[in-house]
């Protein structure tokens, strides 16, 4: 499903330029949320593949997570800071500079205000989940989230901390907690602020419950024999949605509490058929593993553009330069960055699983007394 994410990422990297005509590419929302279910989908995957019977499987499921999540983003996020910095001690100042916004914001504030929204801006920004968000919303100073689509993946590191559990439920179980989070979003109003971190994670939960939904799906149909022809009609025809979306009029027709909820059907019966056709195609997975760094990075490469006066008039080639620098960086990110260390991740599962056998065959030898 390489191809089908990358077009997602894409779709939240136009979303950010200057473009004045929009492609009929699905939009950046919708994007997003299509994302959250494929990461549903992914999750309840490899939680049966790679960590079932595992020792210590939480543990190790959650640590290589956030090994997949944090080193890609703490590489973008240094270098972010990094040009800010720069720019602030050579007077490079404009009012895009992050150090000059952030004390403007805080003009009138008194040092331990300043002080307080430093150290929690600076917590969210490393832990992404540590942070003063949860029952309120905390104001959206200028450092607030220094990479602005990481707040999906604020969303995306608390799914993957109740994920182990979510993916055991039973298929009742699990389409009463999306009806249950679908009527109610705030289960504690009195307490938990509308705009608060809690409401927004509770509010996008059902939609990695639908990937998990799909993945239960993929288990009926996996041991089923399925025509190749069936699988390329099936993926051709949901990438044309994709790809054609706003010109499709029945794509868009809503479903209650699910303004786009055609076509989130349309992925959860699509995803199961789209991942058995390319799961082994090594094309469709070297594409893929570009999504995330590229998901991560765009908007780096556009604040760069944006000081370039003579492409702040010409939006489709700041589009362009900007799409070619975020390949590029997204090419850097995943062969010096997140390939070594998911060679770390895939390790540390073999361990885990050599030192679980080993412990077991020591209980079968040990000699009873």
Avoid: C
């Avoid at 993945?215 to 994709?242: D, K, Q």
């Avoid at 594409?287 to 998901?295: A, D, N, R, T």
């Avoid at 010409?314 to 260390?341: C, M, N, Q, R």
């Amino acid at each position: 499903m390489g191809l089908l994410r990358l077009l997602f990422a894409f779709s939240v990297f136009l979303s950010h330029t200057p473009l004045q005509f929009h492609l009929p590419l699905v939009g950046a929302g919708l994007a997003v949320q299509s994302f959250f279910v494929i990461s549903g989908f992914y999750m309840a995957l490899i939680l049966e593949n790679k960590y079932a019977g595992q020792r210590h499987s939480y543990k190790l499921f959650i640590t290589n997570r956030f090994l997949r999540i944090y080193p890609v983003y703490w590489v973008v996020l240094a270098i972010i800071v990094f040009l800010a910095v720069i720019k602030y001690s050579f007077h490079l100042v404009s009012d895009e500079n992050l150090i000059v916004l952030f004390f403007q914001y805080y003009k009138n504030a008194t040092p331990f205000v300043i002080i307080s929204a430093f150290v929690t801006d600076l917590l969210r920004n490393v832990t992404l989940i540590i942070n003063n968000d949860y029952l309120w919303r905390a104001p959206h100073d200028p450092a607030y989230l220094l990479i602005p689509p990481a707040w999906t993946l604020q969303i995306e590191l608390l799914f993957y901390l109740l994920a182990p559990f979510l993916v055991r439920l039973r298929l009742i179980f699990l389409v009463f907690l999306i009806f249950l989070l679908t009527l109610v979003h705030n289960p504690l109003p009195f307490l938990i602020n509308n705009n608060s971190f809690t409401v927004g994670f509770l509010i996008n939960l059902p939609y990695f419950l639908f990937g998990i939904l799909s993945f239960s799906l993929y288990r009926y149909i996996r041991t089923r024999a399925i025509s190749n022809s069936m699988l390329h009609t099936i993926y051709i025809v949901f990438m044309l949605i994709v790809i054609f979306y706003t010109m499709l009029p029945f794509a868009s027709i809503p479903l209650p509490y699910y303004t786009n909820g055609i076509y989130l059907t349309f992925l959860i019966l699509a995803l199961p058929y789209t991942f058995l056709l390319t799961k082994n195609n090594s094309f469709d997975r070297a594409i893929g593993v570009l999504s995330y760094p590229f998901y991560i990075s765009h908007m780096l490469f556009i604040k760069l553009l944006d000081n370039v006066r003579l492409l702040s008039t010409h939006p489709i080639y700041f589009t362009i330069i900007a799409f070619i620098f975020a390949l590029l960086g997204s090419f850097v990110l995943e062969k010096f960055i997140d390939k070594p260390i998911d060679v770390i991740r895939q390790r540390r599962v073999k361990m885990n699983t050599l030192q679980g056998k080993n412990k077991g065959k020591n209980k079968k030898n040990k000699p009873t007394e």
